[in-house]
Nanobody, 125 residues
Framework: QVQLVESGGGLVQAGGSLRLSCVAS????????MGWLRQAPGKERDFVAA????????LYADSVKGRFTISRDNAKNTVTLQMNSLKPEDTAVYYC??????????????????WGQGTQVTVSS
């Protein structure tokens, strides 16, 4: 089992930037893919971005491509999500999540097992 703690959320105006961080402890962090997902009020949890255990492969939801960047530092057990050109529709609780299988970089909530507590991102228009 892995424990995940997110930070970096907040309130920002449209067009602004935020950087989310997630620190992992417990299970070997560097062996598994990591991801970010988000849940807006009244909606299901949606995939945002994922990164392979090596950091060499990334996946993004179409809605954030070109604006968000996921990265990881295995030496520090951290994964980050740099969010630029934020839009009001990016408003959601953002969750860091650990992949279930070392060899699968997925983009479904079913591909992730351990979850953080979430951090709120609010983008005002």
């Amino acid at each position: 089992q892995v424990q995940l703690v997110e930070s970096g959320g907040g309130l920002v105006q449209a067009g602004g930037s935020l950087r989310l961080s997630c620190v992992a402890s417990g299970r070997t962090f560097s062996s598994y893919p990591m991801g970010w997902l988000r849940q807006a009020p009244g909606k299901e949890r949606d995939f945002v971005a994922a990164i392979s255990w090596s950091g060499l492969r990334t996946l993004y939801a179409d809605s954030v491509k070109g604006r968000f960047t996921i990265s990881r530092d295995n030496a520090k057990n951290t994964v980050t999500l740099q969010m630029n050109s934020l839009k009001p529709e990016d408003t959601a609780v953002y969750y860091c999540a650990a992949g279930l299988r070392p060899d699968k970089l997925g983009l479904s909530t079913a591909d992730f097992g351990s979850w953080g507590q979430g951090t709120q991102v609010t983008v005002s228009s």
